[in-house]
């Protein structure tokens, strides 16, 4: 494995220096492309999908769980497999606590194709208590896969991918505003990084005061 050159600290300092410039260079970058990515167009969503969750059947519309914004992934979880996707685990373990996101409007939640009797006993297992929903008999992860040029196809139908849809809601009319998948996903996992996603991004909470997460109302 090679090492980093060992130098002084005045040379550190210097190529330290630069590459900050080059950091702050990204972050605006980033924050433009945000900035840009909250512009795009939506497309109203029209199938009534019912999920099953753990208190019954669910519509998308009850994702959101009474917030304006709705952030799900996709988590690749097929109807025969025993458990979960390794890399979509490792997603959701560097997914923070759900407080800070639903302070700002918006809920999250997991879908598999999977049915709801595997999706229980492997998210015990991993001790997660966000909401996890099964979408076996809908058509919702194939709608949501088939519009990008990078989409796996086998028999001509989609093969299910790692990925994060966001949904904007305005009463019950239900609109999709984004999605990302792959190593789209690399970054991606605390709540600021998932608002950057959304459509009305960081909805300030207390002036965007970040608060202890028992701290926030309901």
């Known amino acids: 494995m090679s090492l980093p050159e060992i130098v002084s600290r005045e040379r550190w300092r210097a190529a330290r220096a630069e590459l900050l410039r080059k950091e702050k260079a990204l972050m605006r970058a980033r924050d433009a492309l945000s900035a840009e990515r909250r512009r795009l167009p939506m497309v109203e969503v029209d199938p009534d999908y019912v999920f099953e969750g753990g208190d019954g059947k669910a519509t998308l519309l009850d994702l959101f769980d009474g917030r304006p914004q709705l952030v799900v992934h996709h988590f690749m979880f097929a109807p025969e497999w025993e458990a979960g996707c390794r890399c979509c685990a490792a997603f959701l373990d560097q997914v923070g606590h759900l407080a800070h996101l639903r302070a700002r409007g918006t809920s999250f939640a997991a879908v598999s194709r999977a049915p709801f009797t595997r999706i229980l006993p492997f998210k015990a297992r991993m001790g997660w208590t966000l909401p996890w929903y099964s979408s076996g008999h809908t058509d919702f992860d194939r709608d949501f896969n088939r519009d990008f040029e990078a989409t ?18 305005e009463h019950d009319r239900v609109f999709h505003t984004y999605s990302v998948y792959d190593r789209g996903l690399d970054g991606l996992g605390p ?9 009305l991004g960081r909805l300030p909470e207390g002036g965007d005061r970040l608060r202890y997460h028992d701290e926030y109302e309901d």
Do not use: H, K, N, Q
């Open 152 to 169: 796996i196809v086998v028999d001509d139908e989609p093969v299910e991918r790692p990925g994060i849809s966001c949904f904007l809601r």
């Open 191 to 199: 709540a600021s990084s998932l608002l950057d996603l959304t459509a």
